[in-house]
């Protein structure tokens, strides 16, 4: 019996223990999900501080050369190639012949032209010296003048017809693509030739709002290529958008002399260098570009005071490599979000990492 009542005792104290264990475990548990809910409330974040410093106010933008003058060259009458006298690569001048399009119908034309011409220019005699003979009257006279100017504008645009099957270069340039060969039957508007001249050529870059004032036309410009990375060309602007693009930016227009080797090409990828002559170093207030919610032109920024963030409006100024100038709407010493935005809204507790 005694026996008995003593494991019943040990039971008892072993199930007792057991309780304790668990019961205590729990607890701990508890506490250590608090700790974990309580981290897991605040969203990592990466900041910046606001300050006044000495930026640089010089920019680059980057473009693609274009050539100074393009033009597709089309027929303007049907016909058959008889003569290709370009290739592609080939140089030519203004005035100089390019192709030549069976003309014989268009001669025929000419001379059909011609002869309506020369009778109703015979006619229109006759019938001048008849009316100061009294023989015709004042209106046939003038139907007769009349008849005359026709034939004449038909014979001139026969003429027309016919020097067009000549066709003949406009610009200086290279040949870019021929698109017909000896052989080729021609319709009008039928596309012949491709020509380019990039003895000059022009970069077209865009710039932000801020940047426009600091800029005029005729302003030298130092641009460089990207397959030349170590060297500069002399450039200078010939024109400046008066209207901003669907990204609120003003398309710019460089003008380049080519070297006498043409080594810049039409296409290839260039950047323009804007020096911004005495005012290198100017102290400006300016914050990480990272730092804006939805793009600088948003003008938005998540600011953290005592461990939460507020949205806040602010007014941009100019885009200065990685920073951007701050006009109005926070101070310097106040802390911005440059990381975690996606995560954020307004008065949410965060947690500045390094």
Not at 60 to 71: A, H, R
Request: net charge positive; no cysteine.
């Amino acid at each position: 019996m005694k026996k008995k009542l003593i494991y019943i005792v040990v039971i008892i104290a072993v199930v007792a223990l057991i309780a304790y264990v668990l019961t205590n475990n729990k607890a701990k548990n508890e506490n250590e999900q608090a700790v974990v809910s309580e981290k897991n409330a605040t969203i990592a974040i990466r900041v910046d501080t606001v300050s006044t410093k000495n930026l640089s106010t010089d920019f680059v933008s980057n473009g693609t050369f274009m050539p100074s003058q393009e033009l597709k060259f089309s027929a303007e009458n049907s016909g058959r190639v008889v003569k290709v006298l370009v290739d592609e690569g080939s140089s030519v001048r203004i005035g100089q012949t390019l192709a030549v399009i069976k003309g014989d119908k268009l001669s025929v034309d000419v001379t059909s032209a011609r002869a309506s011409y020369q009778n109703a220019l015979a006619d229109a005699q006759r019938y001048e010296n008849a009316f100061k003979s009294g023989g015709v009257t004042k209106q046939q006279l003038d139907q007769s003048k009349v008849t005359l100017a026709n034939a004449k504008a038909q014979l001139d645009q026969a003429n027309i017809s016919l020097g067009d099957a000549t066709i003949k270069s406009t610009i200086n340039g290279i040949v870019n693509k021929r698109m017909i060969e000896p052989g080729s039957v021609v319709s009008p508007g039928t596309e012949l030739f491709e020509l380019v001249n990039v003895s000059k050529l022009k970069l077209t870059v865009t710039v932000d709002e801020g940047q426009i004032p600091s800029l005029k036309l005729g302003n030298s410009v130092d641009v460089k290529a990207s397959v030349y990375p170590d060297r500069k060309f002399s450039g200078k602007i010939t024109f400046i958008a008066p209207k901003a693009d669907a990204s609120l930016k003003f398309p710019i227009e460089i003008e380049i002399a080519n070297n006498p080797n043409n080594e810049l090409k039409a296409g290839m990828y260039g950047t323009a260098e804007f020096v911004q002559k005495g005012s290198a170093q100017k102290p400006i207030r300016a914050i990480s570009r990272t730092a804006f919610v939805g793009g600088v032109n948003a003008g938005q920024v998540f600011v953290v005071k005592n461990g939460a963030v507020k949205l806040r409006k602010i007014t941009p100024g100019r885009i200065l490599g990685t920073q951007v100038e701050v006009l109005k709407g926070i101070e310097d010493g106040e802390i911005v979000v440059t990381s975690g935005q996606i995560n954020l809204t307004d008065g949410a507790k965060v947690n500045i990492i390094k």
